[in-house]
């Protein structure tokens, strides 16, 4: 058993007319590598988070970040490893 590596990711994004209309978001995620056996098989735990705002007509809309979690396990298959 080898305790490996983790990864992360951070997203950005928006775009508008004018400071009265517009909208931005993000998104942060990462990865982490609880086993990782000699043939490529992975067991991994991730998490991220979103969160965006848009301005229509000088009035600001914005919602609950949204949030998620799992443990999932890679399984190589074919001679791609």
């Known amino acids: 058993m080898k305790i490996s590596t983790d990864r992360f990711k951070v997203e950005a994004s928006g775009g508008g ?3 009265r209309n517009f909208n931005v978001g ?3 995620h990462g990865e ?3 086993y990782r056996s000699r043939g490529g098989t ?3 735990a991730s998490g991220g988070v979103a969160h965006g705002a848009t301005r229509i007509d000088g009035k600001t809309y ?3 970040p ?3 979690v799992g443990i999932g396990v ?3 298959i074919g001679k791609g490893r």
């Open 17 to 19: 007319r004018n400071h």
């Open 26 to 28: 993000g998104y942060v």
């Open 32 to 34: 982490y590598y609880l």
């Open 42 to 44: 992975r067991v991994v």
């Open 62 to 64: 914005k919602g609950r």
């Open 66 to 68: 949204q949030g998620s």
């Open 74 to 76: 890679e399984i190589p």
